[in-house]
Nanobody, 125 residues
Framework: QVQLVESGGGLVQAGGSLRLSCTAS????????MAWFRQAPGKEREGVSC????????NYADSVKGRFTISRDSAKNTVYLQMDSLKPGDTAVYFC??????????????????WGQGTQVTVSS
């Protein structure tokens, strides 16, 4: 059974930083695409960033490029999201996702099989 456990959310002032962590179990981390999504109240879940294992590359939503960095530590089965220069518009529940279905777009939440419970990020102005 796959489990994804997020941590690191919290309250931060605009311009500040947070680092989210997601530790995975029940999957082969080294060959699993991992991603971060977020969902603000009344809005759809949107892709923030994705770490693609077979190309060892990362994708980012335009809204976070240059501010957020995704990384992964295979020894710890953990994927991170470093969030800098945070804005009030980044306020949302952030979810870790794993196992992108073949042929799916990384930014489409329907393409991922496994999900964490989410962690709240609140950025005050």
């Amino acid at each position: 059974q796959v489990q994804l456990v997020e941590s690191g959310g919290g309250l931060v002032q605009a311009g500040g930083s947070l680092r989210l962590s997601c530790t995975a179990s029940g999957l082969t981390f080294g060959t699993t695409t991992m991603a971060w999504f977020r969902q603000a109240p009344g809005k759809e879940r949107e892709g923030v960033s994705c770490s693609i294992w077979w190309t060892n590359s990362a994708n980012y939503a335009d809204s976070v490029k240059g501010r957020f960095t995704i990384s992964r530590d295979s020894a710890k089965n953990t994927v991170y999201l470093q969030m800098d220069s945070l804005k009030p518009g980044d306020t949302a529940v952030y979810f870790c996702a794993a196992s992108l279905r073949t042929g799916s777009s990384w930014s489409d939440a329907r393409g991922f099989r496994d999900w964490g419970q989410g962690t709240q990020v609140t950025v005050s102005s």
